[in-house]
């Protein structure tokens, strides 16, 4: 089976207003993505921040449920943060999928919020395409209002948004709600 990871980007990011930014740590976010990465199959979720307090805040967290006492209250939670590899950049994720390699050696998968950035892959596309890759696939979550633009472009897959059967006018998913149904729709 195809190596698939997920990251949770803080950087590059884009605020409201469209510019660069870098985003919190959030601990929900840890916790759920980690949750569903586990139920799903999915043995590393990278938390992507390039400021070191806020990695050290990932890491204790993922510290206590995985060797604190958080694991004798809930085991099963241990399991689901051990899948928490935190680094500072893009980079890192790339060396540590494909050592000597780096990019070149993963497949870029990117997802949206909005199919106005550019062609999208369809969910039962997507499936068939991550069942023969020949390389890891990454995909990438992005907080606050969604990865920078560079980062989407250099894509080798864009997960086609996720909609709502009846147009409600509001699309604003959390993260952590957006990668559960992502996981579900790719391998539910």
């Given amino acids: 089976m195809t190596k698939v990871a997920l990251a949770l980007v803080h950087h590059p990011v884009l605020d409201r207003g469209g510019e660069i930014v870098t985003t919190a740590i959030t601990n929900l976010d840890l916790h759920d993505m980690a949750r569903s990465a586990r139920t ?11 400021v070191a307090a806020q990695r050290l805040l990932a890491e204790r967290i993922r510290d206590h449920w995985v060797n604190g006492s958080g694991r004798k209250r809930i085991p099963d939670r241990a399991d689901a943060l051990d899948v928490l590899r935190i680094v ?12 000597g390699v780096g990019r070149a050696g993963i497949e870029l998968w990117t997802t949206a919020a909005s199919a106005k950035r550019g062609p999208v892959t369809s969910y039962p596309d997507a499936r068939a395409r991550v069942s023969q890759a020949d390389k890891p696939v990454l ?18 897959v864009r997960l086609a948004p996720i909609h709502a059967a009846k147009d409600t006018g509001y699309n604003h998913l959390s993260v952590r709600a957006a990668c559960a149904i992502v996981l579900d729709r790719l391998f539910g």
């Fill in 139 to 156: 995909i990438t979550f992005g907080t606050g209002w969604g990865l920078a633009g560079e980062l989407v472009a250099s894509a080798d």
């Fill in 88 to 99: 500072p950049s893009l980079e890192d994720v790339y060396t540590s999928l494909a050592p």
């Fill in 40 to 50: 799903f199959g999915v043995l590393e979720l990278y938390v992507v921040h390039p």
